[in-house]
């Protein structure tokens, strides 16, 4: 179980390598809409070797980005969460977007 001395933290080498530099950023995405905003941590590797993100290309076709970038919600009772919902996964689109 979670707590803060086990902290629930997928492996984000695992998931984009460990052959360039991880960088991360928390971005925060408030919506006027929206009762509240969530905040997203951000982890990604840019590099002029890495390939160009088909992912993003096909989501912001003006931006060309080399190499991965992740998304996690940040949870209130866990360190991050899933992104289950239709209006989650556009908010942390627009938290990429907003970051790139």
């Known amino acids: 179980k979670e707590s803060a001395h086990n902290p629930r933290f997928p492996s984000v080498e695992a998931i984009l390598g460990s052959q360039h530099q991880i960088y991360s950023c928390y ?3 408030n919506v006027t809409d929206l009762q509240r905003g969530e905040t997203f941590l951000v982890f990604f590797q840019f590099a002029a070797t890495l390939p160009t993100n088909d992912s993003l290309e096909a989501s912001f076709p003006d931006l060309e980005w080399r190499g991965g970038i992740l998304a996690m919600r940040v949870g209130q ?4 969460t899933g992104l289950q919902n239709r209006r989650v996964q556009r908010l942390a689109q627009l938290a990429i977007q907003w970051y790139v």
Do not use: F, I
Request: proline fraction near 0%; aromatic fraction near 0%.
């Open 27 to 29: 971005v925060r995405v």
């Open 77 to 80: 009772m866990r360190q991050v």
